[in-house]
């Protein structure tokens, strides 16, 4: 069984280089999605693997990568969408 999940990350999160501590861990977990920066300050990732490997990812990124201070992760049940590898996205 899959799991999917859309979160939100806010503080401070970006130009820290967030999203590729994101990506490494998920790569590291094999949950396949993505990760990006939102105009509002935000970084919004879309996480998809078993619900444990999920469920890791999602706690990595509840404390962040050493410089990052988290205010709040909001997160969200998705729809499995089968995504084949972990992207770095660029609005």
């Known amino acids: 069984m899959k799991k999917s999940v859309r979160i939100y990350i806010d503080g401070t999160v970006q130009g820290i280089f ?9 790569e590291k977990y ?3 999605g ?18 444990e490997d ?14 990052a201070q988290i205010r709040n992760v909001e997160i969200k049940e998705e729809k499995y969408q089968g995504f084949k590898e972990f992207k770095v996205m660029h609005i």
């Open 34 to 51: 993505f990760v990006r920066n939102l105009d509002n300050g935000k970084v919004e990732a879309f996480l998809e693997g078993t619900p």
């Open 54 to 67: 999920v469920e890791k990812v999602v706690e990595i990124c509840k404390k962040g990568p050493k410089h």
């Open 18 to 26: 967030f999203r590729e501590f994101v990506k490494e861990n998920a």
């Open 30 to 32: 094999n949950v396949k």
